[in-house]
């Protein structure tokens, strides 16, 4: 099967190779103007300048027409929370009355509160569940997503989220990477006992998770009165051995030392970052560590945004993502993120454009399958409806400016 998108105003971010993007690069976008598009079998297979499409030899399954629309690589959503039971909205009438999250979570609100939920759903009902919400961020032009762990806190509960993740693997056609966030906060029963939910971490569910392949990579919370820095070595080293890669929660709420240990282990990224100094800033642009902002869970938490501008120009390698969780950001629109990055973090539309497909793609190793218009990657693509300019789509945030979606080819 192959297609062609012909007459495309704006084919965006084409690449001949893929490599992450650091600093400066973030604002170099490269597009084509008045393009075409060729895909076959799912397959970004060739693209170019109208005027130098002889296709007079060629015949193409399916013709379509993208006068005046815009075809961007699919948003690469590198730290999700997809799974979960249940919402969360007293929570935020909570907060609007006054308390903080960590008083709520003080409370056993918080991640407490979706465990809870958790445990009581069956992993068919977690599975349509988050099923529903993979297609939802489907077709607001997600093509590739990590779920994490991190609601069951218990064996039984952590491997049933991760099985859940798995089954969600095997049936989407958008790639999926499986996070064991098992220390995302400490269980009821071990709120004493640090050392006990640790040991039952490494000694009870990585091996389970390595032994029937349930994850990439592993996660820890690393914040005051949560996994301290040594706490999160720990953990990481342990899912390291059995050849889980780090991809860390860290200086979220305080200077927890999580981009320290996050370096030191050598993480693929460390996410949030909304609380750093200019000592963290310069050791993350000096690491290969990914700096992931989640600009929605600051706005929803009402908490200062991520110093953006600080960390590119200081040479770091940035990337989006929604956070999509029940807690600090119940929502997966990345389309959303890439606005509130441009009008709250001052990124130019290029350096979020890239930071949400490539830099997501290197976010999840998932660089040589998405995340650009690059030949032999999936066609996993967004048509936008007819726009003046690129920067029009976070300009005009909140409006759905999505005409098609296309996951391996084919027009959701
Ligand atoms: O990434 N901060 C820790 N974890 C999540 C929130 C989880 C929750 O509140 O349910 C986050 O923001
Ligand atoms: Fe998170």
Redesign the pocket.
Known sequence: MTTIITNISCLVNTREESHLLRGKELAELPVIKDAYLIIEDGIIADYGIMDDLIHAARSFSETYDATGQFVIPSWCDSHT?LVFSGSREQEFVNKINGLSYAEIAAKGG??LN?TAKLNQATEEELFYLAWDRLQEVQKLGTGAIEIKSG?GLSVEGELKMLRVIKELKRKSKIPIKATFLGA?TYPAAYKEDHEGYINLIVDEMLPVIAEERLADYIDV?C?EGFFNAEETERICRAGMAVGLKPKL?AN?LSLSGGTQVGIKVGALSVD?LETLNEETISLLANSNTIGTL?PT?AFFLRMPYQPARQLIDAGCAIALAS?F?????PSGNMNFVVALSCIQMKMLPEEAINAATINGAFAMELEDEVGSITKGKLANLIITKPISSLAYLPYSFGTNLIDKVMIKGEFI
């Open positions: 929370h918080g991640v979706s609601y995302h919370f914040e929660h979220q949030h989640l869970a956070d969780n029940p807690g600090s950001s």
